[in-house]
């Protein structure tokens, strides 16, 4: 039994303790007593001898679209061996955007079956191929003296077997190279890994070919032949150009960004450019 010892205290007959009316309200009745702290709250009656249990506000967490990564590969990085981060240094080239294979047959084989045997294995750079974030395929280049320097190995025949397209602006003019490594001397360029390709296909409306600077190497005289022809802008070399690719430009020190802009060509005069750099 309770009786009132004044206008805010209760005194409890069985025990003698003094309770407040909140405290009170709250042992007789939960449901009515939840309404009276939250009348209370909201007129600001609070204090001693007064709990009274804020509101509860409910905000959703902030829900932020997950930022699309590439997939790692499940092999060393480049840097992390010696002779391949020496190789990819002398060349100018970032070792940290390239994957190492002590093993390459072996390796390739727990991927796709490529290698009927992983004898005479050998060591090479790998050189991923991503296409929306996925891993499609690689280029392994190698570190011992081959004349197989590229093995080119894909998941899926109808995946674009070209590097860095994910990473290049396609509304832009794209510079499309031979080779991978060049590509990187380049911005906004990819590399077409394995003959000719159609770039359109893979969202590249205005495409500039870079082909290597070699005049009596005939498949690249014909691939740059039927690329002027189909109304295409190439790259033409200048004549006082020796050095066989953009590599070996960057390693002689020339500004290849600048060389390859002012070099670009497309139809008659890419024709009359060409004829001239053909004869060298």
């Given at each position: 039994?309770?009786?009132?010892?004044?206008?805010?205290?209760?005194?409890?007959?069985?025990?003698?303790?003094?309770?407040?009316?909140?405290?009170?309200?709250?042992?007789?009745?939960?449901?009515?007593?939840?309404?009276?702290?939250?009348?209370k709250f909201k007129e600001g009656h609070t204090g001693k001898n007064f709990s009274a249990e804020e509101p509860k506000f409910e905000f959703k967490s902030p829900v932020f679209k997950k930022r699309e990564q590439q997939e790692e590969l499940d092999i060393p990085k480049a840097?992390?061996?010696?002779?391949?981060?020496?190789?990819?240094?002398?060349?100018?080239?970032?070792?940290?955007?390239?994957?190492?294979?002590?093993?390459?047959?072996?390796?390739?084989n727990s991927l796709k079956k490529t290698f009927d045997s992983v004898n005479y294995d050998e060591p090479r750079v790998i050189i991923p191929l991503h296409y929306q974030n996925k891993f499609i395929g690689f280029q392994g280049r190698?570190?011992?003296?081959?004349?197989?320097?590229?093995?080119?190995?894909?998941?899926?025949?109808?995946?674009?077997?070209?590097?860095?397209?994910?990473?290049?602006?396609?509304?832009?003019?794209?510079?499309?190279?031979?080779?991978?490594?060049?590509?990187?001397?380049?911005?906004?360029?990819?590399?077409?890994?394995?003959?000719?390709?159609?770039?359109?296909?893979?969202?590249i409306s205005d495409p500039v070919w870079i082909y290597d600077n070699e005049p009596r190497n005939p498949e690249i005289l014909n691939r740059i032949s039927r690329?002027?022809?189909?109304?295409?802008?190439?790259?033409?070399w200048p004549n006082i150009i020796k050095h066989k690719d953009i590599n070996d430009?960057?390693?002689?020190g020339l500004d290849v960004q600048s060389l390859v802009e002012s070099n670009v060509y497309s139809g008659l005069e890419a024709k009359l450019k060409f004829t001239t750099w053909k004869k060298i």
């Open positions: 039994m309770y009786s009132v010892k004044n206008n805010t205290n209760y005194k409890c007959h069985n025990c003698g303790v003094n309770i407040s009316f909140n405290n009170f309200l709250k042992q007789l009745d939960i449901p009515i007593h939840k309404q009276y702290v939250l009348e840097s992390s061996n010696p002779d391949a981060n020496e190789y990819l240094i002398k060349r100018k080239l970032n070792p940290d955007k390239f994957y190492y294979a002590a093993k390459f047959k072996q390796w390739t190698s570190l011992l003296p081959n004349k197989i320097k590229y093995i080119t190995v894909m998941f899926d025949d109808d995946a674009p077997k070209i590097y860095g397209l994910d990473k290049v602006q396609k509304d832009q003019t794209v510079f499309v190279t031979e080779g991978p490594f060049d590509s990187t001397f380049i911005r906004n360029a990819i590399a077409l890994c394995g003959a000719d390709g159609d770039v359109g296909k893979w969202g690329c002027i022809d189909s109304g295409q802008r190439v790259v033409i430009m960057v390693l002689a």
